[in-house]
């Protein structure tokens, strides 16, 4: 590849963010235009698959560059095992100084994830609250300050230093409470918000608009998701939804312009002409287009599975590029090995995208992502715990789907004619639909067949310090 190796490498993963809602992949450039700014300068991959659509499993993946049947992280609140090498372990190794700095409990050092990194900033302002916030967490205004601020130190210890920085924004996660600013620029009032009980609320209003069924967030969470819900939802909005997409927008405007700060506290400090810049994002958000209403992890819908992935190269080399073929976010680890030298262990299941960053097409290859959630009742102790959950497998402009735990329900779709998956080609399926799904399950049982996955506990110090906030609140039972 042309041009000199990158110095510096700066990974930046926004969580719970929709592609779509970004402009460099059709969302409005007025509310991004930081991302738009950046993507002017990068090479924009514009179909990239994640590999679980949940935040500790998919970032486990991005930094391992493994599958979750593979690095044996199945979701949220357990344990990395020790035996993966992350990429800032090889960095580290290779003589850079790894910094973090991490947006939500989900990525907590308690899990793991933060091995071979030598700072790791943690320090959440929010603190979980029932109803309010499920989890501790900052803002982007935080996470900016605070990653701005390690690689101050970093530079203070040694000014020739390379750096590895990881920095992680969480606003798009629900709830949805933006500044004023960002309110008013999609139309909503100053001051106003919406919280974890208006998103439940929206979830069983379209639950019984799409079945008669109200079963609420918190059931299909612990028990799934049914057949009912798949079958009736219609992909249009209510106004309830509409409103609740506004103060998404809000929050991803928000967002945006801290990711423009970052942008500008690295060029002025020197970094980023010297720097691989690249931002991704672990999984999005169904809103009412499918029946994982207002959720990720229950599906594997693009909603939830199609993230950004966007690569600048030093000096802005191949600034404008695009590229279409269908990628994941196993590919980033490889990719940033591949352009600084660092050999990548045999176990790496993505591919090197190096090439790609200089015109030439990615190989064409089976694309995998799996769901995390139900988290209690399809899981069986001694086995994968998501075997009977959610499977996606993509190749090229087909996607697969199948779900074990609803009595293996199939779904086919054809993402050049039908982005949206509002068209199951199974439904009334001809001979030719009824071959490109055996394909590619077929092409999933390989994949599956092929992966032992490493062990992982559930770390229950989470659980444990909920249950001492809800006491210390005035919540008395479990059921709270």
């Known amino acids: 590849m ?33 991302l738009a700014r950046l993507a002017a300068e990068s090479v924009v991959f514009k179909d990239v698959t994640t590999a679980a659509p949940t935040t500790l499993a998919a970032h486990t993946s991005i930094l391992t560059g493994r599958s979750p049947r593979s690095h044996g992280t199945p979701r949220n609140g357990f344990r990395v095992n020790p035996e993966n090498e992350t990429l800032a372990e090889l960095l580290g190794a290779g003589g850079f100084q790894t910094l973090a700095v991490v947006g939500s409990f989900a990525l907590e050092s308690l899990f793991g994830l933060d091995q071979g990194f030598a700072r790791y900033d943690e320090e959440f302002g929010i603190e979980y609250l029932p109803g309010l916030y499920d989890q501790n967490q900052r803002r982007a205004d935080q996470v900016t300050q605070r990653a701005l601020d390690l690689v101050d130190d970093a530079l203070g210890e040694d000014a020739d230093s390379r750096i590895f920085l990881f920095a992680h924004y969480f606003d798009a996660h629900a709830p949805y409470d933006a500044p004023d600013w960002a309110l008013q620029q999609v139309g909503l009032e100053p001051g106003t918000r919406a919280d974890l009980e208006d998103l439940g609320r929206a979830v069983v ?36 939804g509409e409103h609740l997409a506004q103060h998404y927008s809000s929050e991803v405007a928000s967002l945006d312009r801290e990711l423009g700060r970052l942008l500008d506290g690295l060029s002025e400090r020197g970094l980023l002409e010297d720097s691989l810049l690249i931002v991704t994002g672990d999984h999005g958000e169904t809103f009412w287009e499918h029946g994982d209403f207002w959720n990720h992890g229950l599906g594997v819908y693009q909603t939830t599975v199609s993230v950004p992935l966007l690569m600048r190269l030093p000096a802005g080399r191949s600034a404008g590029r695009e590229v279409d073929a269908p990628v994941s ?111 590619l399950r077929g092409a999933l049982d390989a994949w599956a067949a092929r992966l032992d996955p490493l062990p992982s506990e559930f770390e229950p110090a989470q659980t444990d310090a909920v249950r001492a906030r809800l006491k210390a609140l005035g919540y008395s039972g479990e059921d709270d």
């Not at 190796?5 to 509310?31: C, E, F, M, Q, Y």
């Not at 008669?212 to 299909?220: A, I, P, T």
């Open 205 to 240: 209003a379209q639950q019984y608009a799409a079945s008669g069924l109200r079963l609420g967030q918190r059931w299909v969470f612990t028990n799934g998701l049914r057949s009912e819900f798949l079958d009736g939802a219609t992909g249009r909005p209510s106004k309830r």
């Open 2 to 34: 042309g041009g000199k190796a990158p110095r510096h490498v700066i990974l930046v993963s926004l969580d719970t963010t929709r592609a779509d809602h970004l402009s460099p992949w059709g969302g409005d450039p007025k509310l991004t235009p930081e």
């Open 329 to 439: 976010t196993l590919d980033v680890m490889p990719t940033i090995c591949g352009l600084l030298g660092v050999e990548t262990p045999p176990v790496v299941e993505g591919v090197d995208l190096s090439a790609a960053l200089e015109g030439e097409r990615p190989p064409d290859r089976i694309l995998v992502c799996e769901a995390t959630q139900p988290i209690g009742a399809v899981e069986i102790e001694g086995k994968w715990r998501n075997i009977g959950k959610a499977k996606a497998v993509r190749q090229g402009r087909w996607k697969y789907i199948i779900t074990p735990y609803l009595g293996n329900r199939e779904e086919l779709y054809d993402l050049e004619a039908d982005p949206d998956e509002q068209v199951n080609l199974l439904g009334s399926p001809s001979l030719a639909s009824l071959e490109k799904g055996a394909e």
